[in-house]
C-alpha cells in the first residue's frame, strides 16, 4: 500500500539554526499538510497546500515557517529560526481529494531544538 | 479551544470483550468524522469515518457510531485484541467551512487489551 515518508526520523538542532523537513506524499494525492504534535499535547494542523500554493494556514504558521513543493515528488517544510518551543514530532500528510477523503500520514519527524 | 474532547485519557480491556472509546464535539458545522489509531514512534493510521449523513459505519471489528443531537461519537471494537493497544486520535473535518481537510484532533484515548 502506498505510504508517505519523511526524513529524517529524527533532527537535533540549535535555537535560532534553519531546518527542513521532508516529506513524500502519496504519488496521485493532490493535496499535502503539515502538523504537529508537541509532546503530550493534541495534533495540530499547520498548513494545508494545493496547486502549489498554500491553501490554508494556522495561527502557528507564522513567517518563520515555508512549505514548498520543489519538484514533483517532495514537500518541504521550513521553519527559518528554530526556538525551543518548535520542538515537537511534525507529520506530513496527504489526501486525495477535498472533503470526506482521508488523511494519509507519514511516521513523522521528531524536532529536538536546544 | 476543545471544539473535538476525548474525556477519558486511558481505557484498559480484556482481550475477546468489547472496547468502546467516545468523543464529543462542539461545532453542529463539523461533516465528516475519522478514528485514527497511533502507535509509538509512528504516524496516525486512518482506521474508520463517518459522515454526518450517517448514524453507523461498519468496517470489520471497528464500528463507529455518530449522534449527531448529542454532538457525540464513539468508536466499537469487537473482539479487541492485544493488537489493538494504541493511542487512538478521534477527528473531525469541517470541510464545509474550511478550504481543505484541516482535521481538528481530540486529545487521544489509550488503550490497552489486556491478554
Known amino acids: 500500500e502506498p505510504e508517505v515518508t519523511q526524513t529524517p526520523s529524527h533532527q537535533v538542532t540549535q535555537m535560532g539554526q534553519e531546518v527542513i523537513l521532508r516529506c513524500v506524499p502519496i504519488?496521485?494525492?493532490?493535496?499535502f499538510y503539515w502538523y504537529r504534535q508537541i509532546l503530550g499535547q493534541k495534533v495540530e494542523f499547520l498548513v494545508s497546500f494545493y496547486n502549489n500554493e498554500i491553501s490554508e494556514k494556522s495561527e502557528i504558521f507564522d513567517d518563520q515557517f515555508s512549505v514548498e513543493r520543489p519538484d514533483g515528488s517532495n514537500f518541504t517544510l521550513k521553519i527559518r529560526s528554530t526556538k525551543l518551543e518548535d520542538s515537537a514530532m511534525y507529520f506530513c500528510?496527504?489526501?486525495?481529494?477535498?472533503?470526506?477523503?482521508?488523511?494519509?500520514f507519514g511516521n513523522g519527524t521528531r524536532l529536538t531544538v536546544t | 479551544d476543545q471544539q473535538v474532547k476525548q474525556n477519558s485519557p486511558s481505557l484498559s480491556v480484556q482481550e475477546g470483550r468489547i472496547s468502546i472509546l467516545n468523543c464529543d464535539y462542539t461545532n453542529s458545522m463539523f461533516d465528516y468524522f475519522l478514528w485514527y489509531k497511533k502507535y509509538p514512534a509512528e504516524g496516525p493510521t486512518f482506521l474508520i469515518s463517518?459522515?454526518?449523513?450517517?448514524d453507523k459505519n461498519e468496517d470489520g471489528r471497528f464500528t463507529v457510531f455518530l449522534n449527531k443531537s448529542a454532538k457525540h461519537l464513539s468508536l466499537h471494537i469487537v473482539p479487541s485484541q492485544p493488537g489493538d493497544s494504541a493511542v487512538y486520535f478521534c477527528?473531525?473535518?469541517?470541510?464545509?467551512?474550511?478550504?481543505?481537510?484541516?482535521?481538528?484532533f481530540g486529545t487521544g484515548t489509550l488503550l490497552a487489551v489486556q491478554p
Open positions: 463517518i459522515s454526518s449523513i450517517k
Open positions: 504519488s496521485n494525492h493532490l493535496y
Open positions: 477527528a473531525a473535518n469541517p470541510f464545509r467551512i474550511s478550504a481543505t481537510n484541516k482535521l481538528i
Open positions: 500528510a496527504s489526501t486525495k481529494d477535498r472533503g470526506e477523503s482521508p488523511l494519509h
